[in-house]
């Protein structure tokens, strides 16, 4: 058997059990002894390199700056189970109800508020699927619009720090968490102003689909509502600036600042007399399924890259990916058309941990600033949240929404807003300075 075949085989039979559905930290693994094992058969592959497995996975489970996942994790869970994302959403919707779009505008502003108080894109999507479209439909916005909205505006936790995805991205890229997310941090903000623009664009050209509320709907108005609004934002802004200037003052590790962030969180909670302990349960029980889902998918991804490479199939993709035609341009063509067109089949974190290894290296060898290159693989990540069949956000958002509204109603309102999320992503590429402003 020709030795430069048996990397490209192990690529595409681990693409092969992943799409039959087998789950990817098992397949990652699975192909990896597999082709081990064959490789030793057939004298290609040192069984020796083996030994390094315990090694590298000791190292997976005492990387410092993995600990920040469970913590990020943790406080945007614990502000979603103690309802104060709740808070959020029906103060904000009482502030820019009297607008036409209003609810609409509330949902893109509570959406990159919670993305920054939680960097948890479920959380978000639950929460203003549960509390806000029944409020929209009820009076009278476009049913596609609202679905939309919703899960575009909940999956801004994927792009605006402190995300967890930016967390695994760093890590896989060998880049600062705290360049990832001061770079993500501009987009993020930009890719919400185009949300944003697009329902006021909406609201004046198909004013039917985006009605003001009715006076009889406003409850809360004058110096109540500016007081509410005062009791209500004060406390997760104070919680935001704490977690995210901590980080880009220097003066705390994300890590740190994730612990300091959950903390938070559990006092905002507290401070409402809504810390309970099935709160605290419930919010335990999803960090730890989460944080155990992304360490499976580590250690079978290190498995897969050890053996990947004792095969020399990293000198394969770097060597395909080098040579490609255009240089840097076309690096840039196949790693965003890879990227999302996985992205309407798995998740987007198993995503980042079978594509990064291969790209990054390729990137750094071109010369791409890796920051740069994470920040942009990041807005292509959030658009897997709404391309289906597969789009997690539109999952969250089907398995709260009422009845009469049907999934393909949810599908079709999510495509404007992948069209807006590519022109976000459009202007990450053309504009770099989006993203290194900072440095």
Known sequence: MNPDLLGPLMFVGALLLIFSGFPVAFALGGTALVFAFLGVELGLFDWHLLLAMPDRTFGVMSNYVLLAIPFFIFMGTILEKSRLAEDLLTTIGAVFGPLRGGLALAVVFVGALLAAATGVVGASVVAMGMISLPVMLQYGYGKELS???????????????????????????????????????????????????????????????????????????????????????????VLILLVLGSIFAGVATPTEAGALGALGAMGLAAANRRLTLAAVRDTMDETLKLTAMVMFLLIGSTAFALVFRGLNGDLWIHDLLTNLPGGVVGLLIVANLAIFLLGFFIDFFEIAFIVIPLLAPAAAALGIDLVWFGVMIGMNLQMSFLTPPFGFALFYLRGVAPPEIPTSTIYRGAVPFIVIQAIGLLLVILFPQLVNWSY
């Open 147 to 237: 679905t939309g909205v919703i899960t575009a505006a909940g999956t801004l936790g994927q792009i605006i720090p402190p995300s967890v995805v930016l967390v695994v991205l760093a890590d896989q890229l060998g880049v600062s968490v705290g360049s990832l997310f001061m770079g993500a941090f501009v987009p993020g903000v930009m890719l919400a102003g185009l949300f944003a623009l697009y329902t006021v664009g909406i609201a004046v050209f198909r004013p039917k689909l985006a009605p003001a509320l009715p006076l009889s709907a406003r409850s809360v108005s004058g110096r109540a509502l500016a007081l509410r609004v005062m009791k209500v934002m004060m406390p997760p802004l």
